[in-house]
């Protein structure tokens, strides 16, 4: 995270950049920038959360048992401060997915490869999404169209595909970092590729780099 | 399928990027643009042009369609498409002579939209050229100075700018205005408007 | 919006009865066809009035659930997320307390010893500050020697930018806010900043004059704020170059001629005048 600045660079600070990358707050960070810049959704961190998750009620207990063991109030605020800062995380973490989940439920559903992104809780969300529209739907519009445009996803029973399903724009830019020191990505087969080093942002077309997020690169 | 579409310039991917947005109220108000038709055949019991006395549009009539329709009729053969006046040869030159000056906004506010709709039903190649010209040099004369300068609410450079360019500039202003909120200071613990919609404790 | 969609159905009324005939249906009709139908089918004409109502309802509530590409106004992350996100940054403070090692989620800071310098995560080193427990060691980019000579850099240099920290504008903004008394000559380190600032914003917009279309821009040393203040409208316009400079008009044209003689074939049916055609 820390840039070197010109000659005035710490020492040591690349030790402890690996340090901190290590840590689940700072993986969470990462996670949730990703997903927050992404158009489409992306794959559930399970183990990332299922760790922050038990971390966080680890230190919930602590937190308590600080408090009842009257220790020095200061501390315990501090401990206080961390909690809630990794819950932001997550809970932003979580938040942003649910948001595009409900933006785009009937695309994901219905793309095997999409819908294996989401974790358990979240496919029941989905489901339940799903079931609410379709019904909303239905009472207050679709059962008062002709027979032939009763369909929630199609325009009409002719209709080769689902041409009513509100999808994400993967034609979009978003801002990325590399996550290494250097990374030199080969965007499109004409163009020479796209190298950047660790103090470099760029804007780069979604659909070329999203197999690189986390990866090589990180959106910021 | 993700793989399909990601090459992008197959048929299938055309299309569901077309119906991708299907609830955006610019994407349909963008088809909502006229453009001028002539029927090959007759239509019985239709009214076009209200002042018209009969109910009825005969063929070789030349009426204005909004673009929706206007294109389903062309694939069903019903009518032949000519170019909306906002991407004739008149329009053409004037945006060569100065295009920051002209004002797309009243001849059409879905300008860039629009004529991508248009362009492949009545085979202009020369319509995509003339749409990434125009944006690039208007572009680089309005748009580029969004973040810095301040254009009075009812400024001409911003009166011709067509939907999509305003929305430009507003994303523009909007967020540099954000950012100089925070700048200035004001309550350092803002709740995010997600969080704001708090469950009442009910239970 | 609302008035919009208003002036689009009256708009459309002539129109309507066309579309009906050719058994064309649009999804601009397709909200309003319950209600045309019902009419034209003259079973429940009084309950027209309600019906437009909810028909109404359906179509904003769907827009502004589903939709929300077209909306300037929002912005990626706010400058407050921004903020949150450098606070994990690390500042050298100096206790006055003694205090034991604090093992945190985010990471194991301390022990705490009076007038031993450690180095802390910048919200850590707020808290602390604020209850009087430390002073904050500015960071070594802030002196004044440094950022006069980055200042110089970035006029003399107008298309690139200086090296400066990812989050300098954050980490500036939370010092001056909370550990004034920290800063040697903050009043000249102040304005130093804010002029980098400034001359590196109006630098990213004169960059902004070369963009075309493309699918990347690289921009060296660009800090985090700086990224999420032009984001909105460098994607945008990126968008709208790449879009119109896209193939796929020309593929879309290529395809539109293909599917004519397909259409022409059948020479349209006279069943199909009631036939719903798809919307291309």
Same mark, same amino acid.
């Given at each position: 995270?820390a840039?070197d600045?010109?000659?005035?660079?710490?020492?040591?600070m690349?030790d402890y950049?690996?340090?901190m990358?290590t840590?689940?707050v700072?993986?969470l960070?990462?996670?949730l920038?990703?997903e927050?810049?992404?158009?489409?959704i992306?794959?559930f961190?399970?183990q990332?959360?299922?760790?922050a998750r038990?971390?966080i009620?680890l230190?919930?207990?602590?937190?308590?048992?600080?408090e009842?063991?009257g220790m020095?109030p200061?501390?315990?605020?501090?401990?206080q401060m961390?909690l809630?800062r990794a819950q932001f995380l997550?809970?932003s973490?979580?938040?942003i997915?649910?948001?595009?989940?409900?933006?785009y439920?009937?695309?994901?559903?219905k793309?095997?490869?999409l819908?294996?992104?989401?974790s358990?809780?979240e496919?029941?969300?989905?489901?339940?999404c799903i079931d609410?529209?379709?019904?909303?739907?239905?009472?207050?519009?679709l059962?008062k169209l002709?027979d032939n445009?009763?369909?929630t996803?199609r325009?009409?029973?002719?209709?080769e595909?689902?041409d009513?399903v509100?999808?994400?724009?993967?034609d979009t830019f978003v801002?990325?970092?590399s996550?290494?020191?250097?990374?030199s990505?080969?965007?499109?087969d004409s163009e020479r590729?796209?190298?950047m080093q660790r103090?470099d942002v760029?804007?780069?077309l979604y659909?070329?780099?999203?197999?690189?997020?986390?990866?090589d690169?990180?959106?910021? | 399928m993700?793989?399909?579409?990601e090459t992008?310039?197959t048929?299938d991917?055309a299309?569901?990027?077309?119906n991708a947005?299907y609830?955006d109220?610019d994407?349909?108000l963008?088809e909502?643009?006229?453009?001028?038709?002539?029927?090959?055949?007759?239509?019985?019991?239709v009214?076009?042009?209200?002042?018209a006395?009969?109910d009825?549009v005969?063929k070789g009539?030349?009426?204005?369609?909004p673009?929706?329709l206007?294109?389903?009729l062309y694939?069903?053969?019903?009518?032949?498409?000519s170019?909306?006046?906002?991407f004739?040869?008149?329009?053409?030159r004037?945006i060569?002579?100065?295009?920051?000056?002209?004002?797309l906004?009243?001849?059409?506010?879905?300008?860039?939209?629009f004529?991508?709709?248009?362009?492949?039903l009545?085979?202009?190649r020369?319509?995509?050229?003339?749409?990434l010209s125009t944006f690039?040099?208007?572009y680089?004369?309005?748009?580029?100075?969004?973040h810095?300068?301040?254009?009075?609410?009812?400024?001409k450079?911003l009166a011709?700018?067509?939907?999509?360019?305003?929305?430009?500039?507003?994303?523009?202003?909007?967020s540099?205005a954000?950012?100089?909120?925070?700048?200035i200071?004001?309550?350092?613990?803002q709740?995010?408007?997600v969080?704001g919609r708090?469950?009442?404790?009910?239970? | 919006?609302?008035?919009?969609?208003r002036?689009?159905?009256?708009?459309d !009324?002539? =129109?309507?009865? &066309?579309?009906v005939?050719?058994?064309i249906?649009?999804?601009? @009709?397709?909200h309003k066809?319950?209600?045309h139908?019902?009419?034209?089918?003259s079973?429940h004409?009084?309950?027209c009035?309600n019906?437009?109502?909810s028909?109404?309802?359906f179509?904003s509530?769907?827009l502004?659930?589903m939709?929300?590409?077209s909306d300037p106004?929002?912005?990626l992350?706010?400058p407050q997320?921004?903020?949150?996100?450098?606070?994990?940054?690390?500042?050298?403070?100096?206790?006055n307390?003694r205090?034991?090692?604090l093992?945190?989620i985010?990471?194991?800071f301390?022990?705490?010893?009076?007038?031993i310098?450690?180095k802390?995560p910048?919200w850590?080193?707020?808290?602390l500050?604020?209850?009087g427990?430390?002073t904050i060691?500015?960071?070594q980019?802030?002196s004044i020697? !440094?950022l =006069?000579?980055? &200042?110089?850099g970035?006029?003399?240099?107008q298309?690139?930018? @200086?090296?400066?920290p990812?989050?300098?504008?954050?980490?500036?903004r939370?010092?001056?806010?909370h550990?004034r008394?920290?800063?040697p000559?903050i009043?000249?380190v102040?304005?130093l900043i804010e002029?980098?600032?400034d001359v590196r914003?109006?630098?990213?917009?004169t960059?902004l004059e070369?963009f075309s279309?493309?699918?990347a821009?690289?921009?060296s040393h660009?800090?985090?704020?700086?990224?999420n203040?032009?984001r909105p409208?460098v994607?945008r316009?990126l968008q709208?170059?790449?879009?119109?400079?896209?193939?796929?008009?020309?593929a879309?044209?290529?395809?539109a001629?293909?599917?004519?003689?397909q259409?022409?074939?059948p020479q349209v049916?006279?069943?199909?005048?009631r036939?719903p055609?798809k919307r291309?």
């Open positions: 995270m840039d600045f010109g000659e005035g660079s710490t020492a040591g690349d950049e690996t340090l990358a840590t689940d700072e993986l960070k990462t996670a920038r990703n927050k810049a992404a158009p489409e992306l794959q961190q399970v990332l959360v299922k760790r038990e971390q009620q230190m919930e207990e602590t937190v308590e048992e600080f009842q063991s020095d200061l501390t315990v605020s501090l401990y961390d809630d997550l809970r973490y979580l938040r997915r649910l948001q595009k989940l409900e933006k439920m009937f695309y994901i559903w793309n095997d490869s819908r294996n992104r989401l358990e809780p496919k029941i969300f989905v489901k339940r609410d529209m379709e019904k909303h739907l239905e009472e207050t519009v059962s002709p445009y009763q369909s996803r325009q009409s029973i002719i209709s595909e689902d009513m509100p999808e994400p724009q993967l801002a990325c970092k996550s290494n020191r250097f990374v990505l080969r965007l499109v590729p796209l190298e103090h760029s804007f780069v659909k070329v780099i999203k197999d690189k997020i986390g990866v690169v990180d959106l910021v | 993700e793989n399909s579409r992008g310039s048929n991917g299309a569901s990027s077309q947005n609830y109220i994407d349909i963008a909502e643009e006229l453009v001028p038709v002539v029927f090959y055949k007759s239509a019985n019991g009214k076009v042009d209200p002042t006395e009969k009825c005969e009539a030349k009426v204005e369609l673009f929706w206007a294109q389903e694939l069903r053969q019903a009518v032949s498409l170019i909306p006046t906002c004739n040869q008149n329009t053409r004037e060569q002579a100065d295009a920051a000056c002209v004002d906004k009243s001849r059409c506010p879905y300008f860039y939209e004529g991508c709709k248009i362009a492949p009545v085979g202009d020369t319509i995509g050229k003339m749409l690039q040099m208007r680089k004369e309005i748009l580029t100075k969004a810095t300068t301040v254009y009075a609410p009812a400024s450079s011709v700018l067509t939907k999509e360019e305003i929305s430009l500039h507003e994303a523009a202003r909007s540099m954000a950012f100089k909120k925070w700048r200071g004001g309550p350092r613990f709740r995010a408007s969080l708090k469950r009442k404790p009910t239970e | 919006m609302f008035s919009a969609t002036a689009n159905l009256e708009n !009324n002539r =129109t309507f009865l &066309l579309s005939f050719t058994g249906i649009s999804r601009h @009709q397709r066809i319950g209600f139908s019902l009419k034209l089918t079973n004409s009084k309950s009035k019906k437009t109502k028909l109404f309802s179509r509530l769907s502004s659930e939709a929300g590409q106004h929002i912005s992350f706010s997320e921004i903020e949150f996100m450098a606070e994990d940054e690390l500042v050298e403070i100096v206790p307390i205090m034991d090692p093992n945190f985010s990471g194991d301390g022990p705490f010893f009076p007038q310098p450690a802390v910048l850590l080193a707020v808290a500050k604020k209850r427990k430390c060691r500015p960071p980019w802030m020697e !440094n =006069t000579h980055v &200042l110089e970035e006029r003399e240099d298309g690139a930018f @200086q090296a400066v990812f989050h300098y504008i954050e980490i500036s939370l010092l001056f806010d550990a008394d920290d800063i000559d009043y000249m102040r304005s002029d980098i600032r914003l109006h630098k990213v917009e960059n070369k279309a493309t699918s821009v690289k921009i660009l800090s985090a704020m700086e990224v203040v032009v409208f994607v316009s709208a170059f790449y879009k119109h400079d896209n193939p796929v008009v020309m879309d044209l290529d395809s001629s293909d599917r004519q003689p259409v022409r074939q049916p006279r069943n199909a005048q036939q055609l291309r």
